[in-house]
């Protein structure tokens, strides 16, 4: 533990100083440390502009192009041996980024770029000492996709973790497998969005996040920070929470960017009105697992 916070202490200053270099690369900025106080405490955060309007123009222009080739697949529900597609649960579209499309379709170095802006911001959070109790984010287990959303598309009520929580990846080394057998889940989800100018009172489309409300008399510290920040960019407006649990309704605005802890905050997709497009990702944590005695 603390050969980790030493680690994550002599490579901060280094991150942050090299978070913005590449000539060309998509743009993005630091999270603040309210945002990253947020996700700790409540589950999630809304970070507005984190990438610049002509960079999210790059990213969206690729989406496009990604579709008109025919590449966006329905968007499936359930985990393991249950994975399907059910337009009753969720009507989208989706393109695995990682492995990506091919490299003749649309802008393969938008893609890479974003690749790359996404390893930036997972090592962020790997830094921050508000995150210190989280399982290490794996390097290389990312899981990164292109997400569009049709007139009339939506997704119910879910988390992005199963039951279970864990999957098993490879084979028993007794059932003949060469590959070392482990299991990951979701730790950290990603959502950012790239239809810029969106008018959430006409066309809909918030994401709503479920949330615990806070207990009577409970510091508001960097939650009541954040939460107002969002409000104040426009990006989150909770609903009069008379009701048993507390939710927010987050605005689809381009360059927005959502962060939440997958397997403990339940959101849902409201019914979007207009096409929309957005790039979903998540952090996976892995670990070993004890080999068959056979």
Same mark, same amino acid.
């Given at each position: 533990?603390?050969?980790?916070?030493?680690?994550?202490?002599?490579?901060?200053?280094?991150? @942050? !100083?090299? #978070?913005?270099?590449?000539? /060309?690369?998509?743009?993005? +900025?630091?999270l603040?440390?309210?945002?990253? *106080?947020?996700?700790?405490?409540?589950?999630?955060?809304?970070?507005?502009?984190?990438?610049?309007?002509?960079?999210?123009?790059?990213?969206?222009?690729?989406?496009?192009?990604?579709?008109?080739h025919?590449?966006?697949?329905?968007?499936?529900?359930?985990?393991?041996?249950?994975?399907?597609?059910?337009?009753?649960?969720?009507?989208?579209g989706?393109?695995?980024?990682i492995?990506?499309?091919?490299?003749h379709?649309?802008?393969?170095?938008?893609?890479?770029?974003?690749?790359?802006?996404?390893?930036?911001?997972?090592?962020?959070?790997?830094?921050?000492?508000?995150?210190?109790?989280?399982?290490?984010?794996?390097?290389?287990?990312t899981e @990164? !996709?292109? #997400?569009?959303?049709?007139? /009339?598309?939506f997704?119910? +009520?879910?988390?992005?973790?199963?039951?279970? *929580?864990?999957?098993?990846?490879?084979?028993?080394?007794?059932?003949?497998?060469?590959?070392?057998?482990?299991?990951?889940?979701?730790?950290?989800?990603?959502?950012?969005?790239?239809?810029?100018?969106?008018?959430?009172?006409?066309?809909?489309?918030?994401?709503?996040?479920?949330?615990?409300?806070?207990?009577?008399?409970?510091?508001?510290g960097?939650?009541?920070?954040?939460?107002?920040?969002?409000?104040?960019?426009?990006?989150?407006?909770?609903?009069?929470?008379?009701?048993?649990?507390?939710?927010?309704?987050?605005?689809?605005?381009?360059?927005?960017?959502v962060?939440?802890?997958?397997?403990?905050?339940?959101?849902?997709?409201?019914?979007?009105?207009?096409?929309?497009?957005?790039?979903?990702?998540?952090?996976?944590?892995?670990?070993?697992?004890?080999?068959?005695?056979?």
């Amino acid at each position: 533990m603390v050969a980790r916070f030493m680690a994550r202490t002599r490579a901060r200053g280094a991150l @942050l !100083a090299a #978070l913005f270099s590449g000539a /060309g690369a998509l743009r993005t +900025r630091a999270l603040r440390a309210n945002e990253v *106080g947020s996700l700790a405490t409540r589950g999630f955060c809304v970070v507005p502009s984190w990438m610049p309007n002509e960079d999210v123009a790059r990213v969206q222009a690729d989406v496009s192009e990604i579709d008109a080739h025919g590449l966006l697949r329905a968007a499936m529900v359930g985990s393991g041996d249950n994975i399907r597609a059910d337009e009753s649960i969720r009507q989208s579209g989706m393109c695995s980024l990682i492995p990506g499309p091919p490299l003749h379709v649309g802008s393969a170095d938008t893609r890479w770029q974003l690749t790359e802006a996404m390893g930036r911001l997972r090592v962020e959070l790997e830094l921050a000492p508000q995150l210190s109790h989280l399982s290490e984010l794996t390097p290389f287990e990312t899981e @990164l !996709a292109y #997400l569009s959303y049709p007139r /009339g598309g939506f997704y119910q +009520r879910h988390t992005d973790v199963p039951s279970r *929580g864990w999957c098993i990846v490879g084979r028993k080394p007794c059932d003949g497998s060469s590959l070392a057998r482990y299991e990951r889940r979701r730790t950290i989800s990603v959502l950012l969005y790239l239809n810029l100018d969106w008018n959430v009172d006409q066309w809909g489309g918030q994401l709503r996040v479920f949330a615990e409300p806070c207990e009577a008399g409970q510091p508001v510290g960097a939650i009541g920070r954040a939460t107002r920040a969002a409000k104040a960019a426009g990006a989150c407006k909770p609903v009069p929470a008379h009701q048993r649990e507390l939710h927010y309704d987050i605005a689809p605005e381009g360059g927005t960017l959502v962060l939440m802890r997958s397997e403990l905050v339940a959101h849902e997709v409201l019914t979007t009105r207009e096409p929309r497009q957005a790039v979903v990702g998540w952090f996976r944590t892995t670990r070993p697992m004890e080999f068959c005695a056979d």
